[in-house]
């Protein structure tokens, strides 16, 4: 479940997110022209203010190893 940064009402999720155009879609890749496919992104729409979230599935960050940044 996603809640709205703004105004932390529960956003609507599983939206796809598709290139006007062509309706193909996008894909998150790694770096580079001909990078490995990482997971096709999906949206999250707030029914109250209309804030968008834009977010890769669970499953599709099982290949990603978190990174602490340190400030």
């Not at 879609?25 to 992104?41: D, H, N, R, S």
């Amino acid at each position: 479940m996603r809640i709205c940064p703004h105004c932390q009402y529960e956003m609507s999720e599983s939206f796809d997110i598709k290139i006007d155009s062509s309706g193909n879609g996008l894909k998150v890749t790694k770096e580079g022209t001909f990078g490995e496919t990482i997971g096709m992104p999906k949206a999250a729409v707030c029914p109250k203010c209309g804030e968008v979230s834009i977010y890769l599935d669970e499953s599709d960050l099982a290949g990603i190893a978190p990174q602490k940044i340190e400030y």
